[in-house]
């Protein structure tokens, strides 16, 4: 089942390090969209599914092999996209994903070092057909990202896996992330996400106010 005009909805992705305001701005481009009468779907990763949600905390939690971690992933990749992705697309709602595979190529292939060809692999196998129509890369450097991190995390010290690396694993996860921007930047839009948020949001709104995948 398609939208009245009979298309598959859009794919949209947020991604960027902990900090760079994925979270701050997903509400600005589902507002626009829904301004536009589009039938919208929120979800992010890891997570997106019950099955998914309890991957997370695992992978948040546990301590791993990068290869474990990795399969982790893409095991609550899998069943995201058969429960929630695929099917909202087909039905013609437009899909905002907190983090997709983009991340798994950053933080597992960039920040924990695993062969960018197994993230690949599996990038193949997991969904060969379906790319996101966008990615929005919010980018900033570390120590910012880890400032407002700390600012927003004052009331719950506690620090998952990732948020306990130093600033070196962030430098190599945003390294992946722009190199990827630079591979193919049809698909991913890097914003400057150092900016203050009014400035960044200004320029998300035009940018989605414009765009036509
Ligand atoms: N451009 C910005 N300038 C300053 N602070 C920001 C900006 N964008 C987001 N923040 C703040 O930084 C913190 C982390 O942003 P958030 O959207 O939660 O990031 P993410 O979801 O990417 O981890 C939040 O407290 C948010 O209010
Ligand atoms: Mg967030």
């Known amino acids: 089942m398609n939208d009245a005009t009979g298309q598959r ?10 900090g760079a305001g994925k979270s701050t701005h997903i509400d600005a481009v589902a507002e626009v969209l829904g301004a ?4 919208l779907a929120l979800t992010r990763e890891p997570g997106g599914t019950p099955f998914g949600e309890a991957l997370r905390e695992v992978v948040l939690s546990q301590a ?8 982790l992933l893409f095991a609550a990749r899998a069943e995201h996209l058969a429960q929630v ?10 899909v905002l994903c907190d983090r997709f595979t983009d991340a798994t190529f950053a933080y597992q292939a960039g920040g924990r070092r695993m062969d960018e060809q197994r993230v690949a692999q599996l990038e193949a196998w997991v969904h060969p057909d379906l790319q996101p129509d966008l990615t929005i890369l919010f980018d900033v450097a570390p120590d910012v990202a880890a400032k ?8 719950s010290p506690d620090l998952d896996r990732f948020e306990v690396e130093p600033a070196a694993f962030f430098e190599a996860v945003r390294a992946m992330y722009l190199k990827r921007a630079a591979a193919d930047p049809a698909r ?3 914003i ?3 900016r203050a948020p009014e400035v960044v949001h200004g320029q998300l709104v035009e940018f989605m106010r414009r765009w036509n995948a």
Do not use: C, K, Y
């Open 64 to 71: 791993m092999t990068p290869e474990a971690e990795t399969l």
């Open 148 to 155: 407002r991190v700390a600012h927003r995390g004052e009331n």
């Open 85 to 94: 992705i695929r099917p909202a697309l087909a039905a013609g709602r437009w």
């Open 9 to 18: 909805g859009r794919f949209i992705t947020f991604e960027g390090i902990d």
């Open 188 to 190: 991913i839009l890097v």
């Open 192 to 194: 400057d996400s150092q």
């Open 36 to 39: 536009r009468g589009v039938a």
